[in-house]
């Protein structure tokens, strides 16, 4: 889904690039690391894009601003205990290293796709009016 806002939508189409490495990620011996990696990735960039967007939104005057950044604090915390529990899972142990990172994937993917649709998208309409002189 696009907001046809250029920085935000590339932003987005960059976290989904890296949810869906994350989706090819086979747990190994070896993997841990790189599963590691993607999902340092991941957090470092959404915090980047939350600082992005949350700017958008104080810039604009948005008035659901602390609704939508509480949002981000809890996927905040929610990635936070899964990197956690994911840090916690011995690198030998194949079906439990699976078996998180199953549960980060579905978890990413489910919150930004549901995000976008349901609260990115209200801010759009507002933005762009603002831009028109509506507001």
Not at 35 to 42: A, N, R, Y
Request: proline content about 2%; aromatic content about 10%; overall charge negative.
């Amino acid at each position: 889904m696009t907001l046809n806002i250029p920085i935000i939508d590339r932003q987005h189409h960059q976290l989904f690039m890296l949810i869906d490495q994350l989706s090819k990620m086979r747990p190994s011996g070896s993997s841990k690391r790189n599963i590691g990696k993607i999902l340092d990735e991941l957090i470092e960039y959404s915090d980047y894009h939350f600082c992005t967007e949350e700017s958008l939104l104080r810039d604009n005057e948005y008035p659901l601003t602390e609704d939508h950044l509480s949002e981000h604090a809890l996927y905040i915390a929610t990635i936070g205990h899964f990197k956690k529990e994911f840090d916690r899972t011995y690198e030998r142990d194949l079906d439990s290293l699976s078996e998180i990172t199953i549960k980060i994937h579905r978890y990413l993917l489910t919150w930004w796709s549901e995000h976008i649709a349901q609260k990115d998208s209200q801010y759009v309409d507002y933005i762009k009016a603002i831009d028109i002189g509506e507001q």
